[in-house]
């Protein structure tokens, strides 16, 4: 592109929307900011707003700046015309509606709000491709994939791997036993607490095999997962003929994040160091422990149920990882509340996209019953 590409991003003030911006800092002659849209975080919002200078803002809070549009919705921003792309990087259920708005308008999409393909990957991906629209990945495994496949017609199987999380080598009593401080302690990633919590119960990975069903339209069978505790791997692909490819690089999410904003360009942005396999010196693989972690059985259970299980298992599980942040459950109860609300879901097939958001609501609220119940005895 000999012009600048013009992007907004959905969650400016998270994790993903920061690092995106220090992305675009270093790449100011590529990229021109349309809109930054962020929720209650309001100051970091106006910081950034008055250093990358926004056509346009919006927060969940009121929010005012001189010289730059406040926006009513997030739809404004989903579409509006001026964009290339949107990087969808608010956490949770709320990039649903932008994304699919986004895609009507025919705009391209980076996507890190994983949520939105666990509770519609059937409709997004099919109004993608209906519209032309290019959905690229941020999450850092997908972003593997994507890089790694050529022609996806020749994929045996996909390879996903997991850290592990701070618990990897512990018991379910330490899990349940753990404290909020604790579960967000992961060993190789900073990220927003909602994620940091579906790591260390491994959910995170559920969702992530959820995601790549969607995005690479693999089978559920066909996709393995490996927990590689160094975060060096990003994830693999194994081709008919048994070669594998992997994507490998130093565990920073600036690297799919630009990926993903750039794509199919590469430039050299933040890369912080040049990658020594001499000083990473091992990569470790083993075979991840479903009987502790049985969050990724759930995952693919529901998955390949399809319908609407698998916005029931997303809602039931974020209600039960706000219970846990609030101190009401522990840690292991994250699964048992998720998979006792899973298993008495009457699954609709082929839901339209105002079912996928009842099932949402409804499944929310049986969650917060169930806590409740569990929490007065
Ligand atoms: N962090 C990572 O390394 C990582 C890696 C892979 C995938 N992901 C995925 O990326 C997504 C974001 O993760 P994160 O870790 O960046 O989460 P996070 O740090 O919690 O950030 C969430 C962002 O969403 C914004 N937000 C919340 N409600 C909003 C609303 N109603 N309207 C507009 N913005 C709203 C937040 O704004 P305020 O803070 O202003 O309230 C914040 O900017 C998640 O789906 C996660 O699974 C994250």
Redesign the pocket.
Known sequence: MDRKRRISI????????TQALEVIEKLQDKFEIIAL?????IE??KQQAEKFKPKYIYA?KHIKIDGIRTLES?DEIAQNQENDIILV???GK??LRPTLKAIENGIDIAL????TLVMAGDIVMKKAKENGVKIIP???EHCAIHQCIKDISQVEKLIITASGGPFLHKSIEEMKTATVKEALAHPR?N?????TVDSATLMNKGLEIIEAHHLFGMDYDDIDVVVHPQSIVHSAIEYKDGSVIAQLGLPS?HIPIQYAISYPERFEGIKSKSFSFSEIARLDFEKPDFEKFPTVKLAYKAGKIGGSATACLNAANEEAVFAFLDGKINLYQIYEITKEIFDNHKVIQNPTIDEIFEVDEKIRLQTKELIEKITQK
């Open positions: 959905i969650g400016s003030t998270g994790s993903i929307g849209a962020g929720g209650n975080n970091l919002l969940q997030l990087a608010c956490s709320i990039g890190a709000n994983k949520e941020v999450d850092s990633w990220m927003g607490r909602k994620i999410m």
